[in-house]
């Protein structure tokens, strides 16, 4: 039976509760939403006591299903004011899930300044001083944790920025070669863990026993079908394990909608040189890893290990959307110089694409040059010690731009946009500025009928058809999300008329349940409507779900603008 174990923050005590009857039944992003909602006022202070951390596995942690070792945690975002649910691969999922627990809560907030960690262990939590880690980057306190308490234990750690309590900052996971390459990125959660004077929380499930399902014969074989549509789909099987994410970079330039130098062009003359092609002709050559899972069990393997032109580490996980961001945005060309700065993100714990938009606007307000990576790095390092620019980085792209007056900012509900312009793929549009979360791609990934003709087609430039593609990829991510199931199965889900049954299958085989495919979107709708109850108690209304005027703007190649009206909007989030 899997319980809920709450730690006070202020108190430094821990207590295990059976979950409620309503909960019972939840993981992933549907649990940590519900607890946001049923236990945070709307109105508080992100960073006061009022807030919670919630950190939750998905109902399919820590089994045999491929790819099921995703990550939620969930808040009242520092940067948005709304609710947020971030979501990433590493250990900690799978560990909790062995351990038998369903949720951990931080709660309160200590009154000094000293930071703590938490080790939780099949047997024991502890809550324990953590003075001599304050002050450390993720790079080295994950590989000190892992010295004293065993390799591929789960590690969640916050950076200097998370320390600073930075409305970009990050949680940082240990993927499984110890570094931080895995972030729960979006929306400050560090800084809410920052505020909990957490500086880490270590996961050992030494000792634990496998999840057994409850029809071991029957998750075998939804398991064996579920493996195969992932490996034979070309998306899952071919072309993420053979480029990364970064594949999608001379794809959507292609398409005319990569967001170029502040979103004024959807074309990079120099996308070639920051391309996924290029990224592993860099990696082959300097002998790095051109293919490696984020979490056990993955068989998509899009992460890979990035060298330096020494032929040393420097990053991993390096991902398309860090790429454009500290790119084509920034119009940066030069890879090495943009893994820098993916590597200092990690480090310091910022997430990437915040940062990326956030060192755009920088340029736009003349602080450094368009295009100069090195100043870029050097303005990146004044998080570390602290400084007024630093800071000011490091809280994001809109309080950059309030800093330096730039009207021309990117962002929905005080998140930056990701990589596609929502002009020219007008599904992923949508989603940015109906999202609860903020401009979030990955919560209704619009590009996939839009651009990559998975799942139908929907033309990116028009409007028809995209409010209806928004909504029901917002309702069908909402419950992968749930599962623990990676982002990237969407694209096998969609092109396989058994994708979402599948699903359904291992669910039903590991907990002797009848679902439907009907109750997993039921899933979808309710995470949603907890998501819009919470942001409406906070002061959310229509107007708050539209883009920036600045997208009011033809962009070229295509000459696209944004036409959707706020009513035609909350249509794609009547759920």
Request: charged fraction near 20%.
């Amino acid at each position: 039976m899997s319980k809920i174990l709450r730690i006070n923050t202020k108190e430094k005590t821990s207590v295990f509760e059976e979950p409620s009857e309503a909960l019972s039944g939840l993981g992933g992003r549907a649990l940590t939403s519900k607890l946001i909602l049923n236990e945070v006022p709307g109105t508080c202070h992100p960073l006061s006591s009022a807030n919670k951390l919630v950190i939750a596995p998905g109902l399919l942690a820590g089994t045999a299903a491929a790819n099921s070792g995703r990550l939620s945690a969930g808040a009242k975002s520092p940067l948005t004011g709304g609710i947020k649910e971030s979501n990433s691969g590493g250990l900690v999922a799978q560990k909790l899930a062995r351990l038998g627990i369903q949720a951990l809560v931080l709660e309160n907030k200590p009154e000094n300044d000293s930071y703590s960690i938490i080790v939780i262990k099949k047997d024991s939590v502890e809550i324990l001083p953590a003075d001599q880690y304050q002050g450390m980057g993720n790079y080295e306190i994950m590989e000190k944790l892992w010295n004293k308490y065993g390799e591929h234990t789960g590690i969640m750690s916050i950076g200097q920025a998370g320390e600073q309590r930075l409305k970009a900052a990050s949680i940082q996971q240990a993927d499984p070669q110890g570094r931080p390459g895995r972030a729960l990125g979006r929306g400050g959660l560090g800084a809410v863990m920052g505020s909990k004077k957490i500086k880490a929380i270590v996961v050992d499930d030494k000792g634990c026993d496998r999840i057994s399902p409850a029809d071991a014969d029957a998750f075998k074989a939804a398991n064996k079908r579920w493996v195969g549509m992932l490996k034979e789909h070309p998306v899952t099987g071919q072309g993420l394990a053979g480029f990364g994410t970064a594949i999608l970079v001379n794809i959507v330039n292609e398409a005319g909608a990569l967001p170029t130098k502040n979103f004024r062009s959807g074309r990079f003359d120099n996308a070639g040189d920051i391309s996924g092609e290029k990224m592993v002709e860099l990696i082959e050559d300097r002998g790095g890893i051109t293919a490696e899972g984020c979490h056990p069990g993955c068989v998509i393997k899009c992460s890979q290990v990035y060298h330096d032109k020494d032929g040393k580490y420097l990053t991993s996980g390096f991902e398309y959307e860090t790429i454009w961001a500290m790119g084509a945005h920034t119009t940066i060309h030069n890879l090495d110089e943009i893994a820098m700065l993916d590597r200092l993100c990690d480090d310091f714990g910022l997430d990437t694409i915040e940062t990326g938009v956030s060192l755009g606007i920088a340029m736009e307000g003349g602080l450094i040059e368009w295009g100069d990576g090195k100043a870029a790095i050097d303005l990146l390092k004044q998080v570390k010690v602290g400084s007024i620019k630093g800071k000011m980085i490091g809280n994001g792209s809109v309080f950059t731009g309030d800093a330096l007056g730039v009207d021309r900012v990117p962002a929905v509900k005080r998140q930056a946009l990701p990589a596609y312009d929502p002009r020219s793929v007008k599904g992923v549009g949508v989603t940015y500025a109906t999202s609860p979360m903020g401009a979030d791609h990955t919560a209704g990934y619009g590009v996939t009928a839009n651009i990559l003709s998975v799942g139908g087609t929907v033309d990116p430039l028009k409007k028809e058809g995209n409010i209806e593609l928004s909504k029901n990829l917002q309702i069908a991510t909402a419950a992968i999300d749930a599962a623990g199931l990676c982002l990237f199965v969407a694209f096998a889900v969609l092109d396989n008329e058994d994708g979402v049954q599948t699903i359904v299958d291992m669910l039903n085989a590991q907990y002797a349940l009848s679902l439907t495919p009907d109750d997993v979107m039921a899933l979808g709708r309710s995470i949603l409507n907890d998501e819009k109850e919470f942001n409406r108690r906070a002061g959310f209304t229509k107007f708050d779900d539209q883009l920036p005027e600045m997208f009011n703007e033809p962009v070229p190649p295509h000459n696209t603008q944004w036409d959707f009206t706020i009513d035609e909007l909350q249509e794609s989030i009547n759920f």
